[in-house]
T-cell receptor, first 113, second 110 residues
Framework: NAGVTQTPKFRILKIGQSMTLQCTQD?????MYWYRQDPGMGLKLIYYSVGAGITDKGEVPNGYNVSRSTTEDFPLRLELAAPSQTSVYFCASSYDGSKDTQYFGPGTRLTVL | DAKTTQPPSMDCAEGRAANLPCNHSTISGNEYVYWYRQIHSQGPQYIIH???NNETNEMASLIITEDRKSSTLILPHATLRDTAVYYCIVRLTGANNLFFGTGTRLTVIP
């Protein structure tokens, strides 16, 4: 199993550009999550999904969109990039949401200039 | 909010036990204590979790006080590869996410 994979590893965007961060898991997990981590801080939840076709907002959803058309994939979309979105983005998955372990991907480092 | 308090940093000599404390004085009866760690620039890695009994796995031991207001993560023989930020997290019942604070930066010294 590859676990949770994320692409790209690094990206630089100009203000106003858009992009999609990809996340795929091969563990047949129902739950998937997107977090962001600013320098020196802990992770903050952006969006999560409890299954294909179902998504919900987390703590910091503004400026982002997600979709979950399959169990495996959970892409994160930035429509109009802003410098405040410069961060490291982590995708995670778990089989069950209530107390199951979350498995994290390696992260995408995004810089918006 | 993370509902936990951890020291910002700690040092530990290589080969010695690392004891990382965490206060969670407002924990509810059905909330679990989780520990994750994040090695530089990598995604967080699950270590261990518990409700009220002490727990041990191949990575670490978790000691939870009887009143559940605090806990200690023990790495029995710290190695240089254990240098990381360690997060103590109280998992809200029924919640679908983890609230990360700023954690404890553990540095293992040769």
């Amino acid at each position: 199993n590859a676990g949770v994979t994320q692409t790209p590893k690094f990206r630089i965007l100009k203000i106003g550009q858009s992009m999609t961060l990809q996340c795929t898991q091969d563990m047949n997990h129902n739950y998937m999550y997107w977090y962001r981590q600013d320098p020196g801080m802990g992770l903050k939840l952006i969006y999560y999904s409890v299954g294909a076709g179902i998504t919900d907002k987390g703590e910091v959803p503004n400026g982002y969109n997600v979709s979950r058309s399959t169990t495996e994939d959970f892409p994160l979309r930035l429509e109009l990039a802003a410098p405040s979105q410069t961060s490291v983005y982590f995708c995670a998955s778990s089989y069950d949401g209530s107390k199951d372990t979350q498995y994290f991907g390696p992260g995408t480092r995004l810089t918006v200039l | 909010d993370a509902k936990t308090t951890q020291p910002p940093s700690m040092d530990c000599a290589e080969g010695r036990a690392a004891n990382l404390p965490c206060n969670h004085s407002t924990i509810s009866g059905n909330e679990y204590v989780y520990w994750y760690r994040q090695i530089h620039s990598q995604g967080p890695q699950y270590i261990i979790h518990g409700l009220k009994n002490n727990e041990t796995n191949e990575m670490a031991s978790l000691i939870i006080t009887e009143d559940r207001k605090s806990s200690t993560l023990i790495l029995p023989h710290a190695t240089l590869r254990d240098t990381a930020v360690y997060y103590c997290i109280v998992r809200l019942t029924g919640a679908n996410n983890l609230f990360f604070g700023t954690g404890t930066r553990l540095t293992v010294i040769p």
